[in-house]
């Protein structure tokens, strides 16, 4: 018996760098990086210069459901007639009260690491980003007869 084929295809939301390239009109290097400041935190796109764009795809990161509003970031998608399966609804990451280090962005359990400091920042090695850890002591007693 033959089998069908059915096709899907899945949305994955991410956040990446893009690199914008223009050019200024000046006499000297000095006036042009003093005309380029304007444009240190606004969009080059949304003045009316000439400007080509490249996407640095090696910046790519996939976001998490916590970081888009608790809305999904995956989306799977049967082809025909584009119709939702589902997605990545968000759940919650568990890093309280666990025996290793648990990154609260993407639960990435950190067995390896034990920081000698009570708390302290850490750098999450699967996502890369930083978080605050607390290390909790718990002190019990046991006693035995003599």
């Not at 990161?61 to 025909?80: A, F, V």
């Not at 034990?114 to 302290?120: C, H, I, S, V």
């Not at 090695?125 to 930083?130: A, E, I, L, P, V």
Request: proline content about 2%; glycine content about 4%.
């Amino acid at each position: 018996m033959n089998m069908k084929n059915f096709e899907f295809y899945q949305d994955i939301k991410v956040e990446r760098w893009k690199r914008q390239f223009f050019s200024i009109a000046a006499d000297t290097e000095e006036e042009a990086v003093k005309q380029a400041e304007c444009y240190k935190a606004n969009d080059v796109t949304a003045y009316d210069i000439e400007v080509t764009t490249e996407d640095l795809y090696e910046t790519e990161i996939c976001l998490s459901p916590s970081e888009n509003d608790g809305q999904n970031t995956i989306e799977l998608y049967l082809k025909e007639g584009n119709r939702l399966i589902g997605g990545n609804e968000e759940t919650e990451i568990k890093c309280n009260d666990t025996f290793a280090i648990v990154c609260p962005y993407c639960g990435f359990k950190d067995d390896a690491s034990y920081p000698t400091a009570d708390l302290g920042e850490m750098q999450c090695d699967k996502c890369g980003k930083h978080f605050e850890y607390v290390r909790e002591t718990v002190i019990s007693y046991s006693t035995e007869k003599i």
